[in-house]
T-cell receptor, first 114, second 114 residues
Framework: DVKVTQSSRYLVKRTGEKVFLECVQDMDHENMFWYRQDPGLGLRLIYFSYDVKMKEKGDIPEGYSVSREKKERFSLILESASTNQTSMYLC?????????????FGSGTRLTVV | AQKVTQAQTEISVVEKEDVTLDCVYETRDTTYYLFWYKQPPSGELVFLIRRNSFDEQNEISGRYSWNFQKSTSSFNFTITASQVVDSAVYFCALSGGSQGNLIFGKGTKLSVKP
């Protein structure tokens, strides 16, 4: 069964900490994405990557960075966590050139910054 | 600009009622795709359907049906004889443009009561 795996289901971090959210996919997909989901706001795209070492800003990249050193792994980094980054984070992947194929999503990481 | 609007924030029905979730989209692309995803309480986004912009045929899958109308830029989702297990947040999404990223609506929370 194809999967997108997010390393943590729940995470609690302190304000100012550097936080790493990890995502791994086993489908050999070129494209990977990070979204955050907040009540009443739906899913908003933070960053995406079309290939190893490539990254593109989404709609709300401020306060985040990403790393894609291997095809299967896409990491989201909160450089200095703040309380307004408390949210559900969803990772997704898709095949290149298949914007119409839809994405496969991970189960999400619920991050609380205190 | 691309946009997806799900005007219904929350819907509550009693089991066995039919319910329609509305989705209106905006895009300048001539080729695009529309999607519906389901997010149960567990958090994972589950793909339900994809429609491309050239296929306006309605689709039925069991108790689920979708009505795509380009003239009104709508892609509505109907659940017939709803069940408690249908309780979830449902997202409509649009993919198009040069990058084909998914743009999500804010979601409709459906509660089906026994």
């Amino acid at each position: 069964d194809v999967k997108v795996t997010q390393s943590s289901r729940y995470l609690v971090k302190r304000t100012g900490e550097k936080v790493f959210l990890e995502c791994v996919q086993d489908m050999d997909h070129e494209n990977m994405f990070w979204y955050r989901q907040d009540p009443g706001l739906g899913l908003r795209l933070i960053y995406f990557s079309y290939d190893v070492k490539m990254k593109e800003k989404g709609d709300i990249p401020e306060g985040y960075s990403v790393s894609r050193e291997k095809k299967e792994r896409f990491s989201l980094i909160l450089e200095s966590a703040s309380t307004n980054q408390t949210s559900m984070y969803l990772c997704a992947s898709s095949l290149r050139g298949t914007g119409g194929a839809g994405y496969t999503f991970g189960s999400g990481t619920r991050l609380t910054v205190v | 600009a691309q946009k997806v609007t799900q005007a219904q924030t929350e819907i509550s029905v009693v089991e066995k009622e039919d319910v329609t979730l509305d989705c209106v989209y905006e895009t300048r692309d001539t080729t695009y795709y529309l999607f519906w995803y389901k997010q149960p309480p567990s958090g994972e986004l589950v793909f339900l359907i994809r429609r491309n912009s050239f296929d306006e045929q309605n689709e039925i899958s069991g108790r689920y049906s979708w009505n795509f109308q380009k003239s009104t830029s709508s892609f509505n989702f109907t659940i017939t004889a709803s069940q408690v297990v249908d309780s979830a947040v449902y997202f409509c999404a649009l993919s198009g443009g040069s990058q084909g990223n998914l743009i999500f609506g804010k979601g409709t929370k459906l509660s089906v009561k026994p």
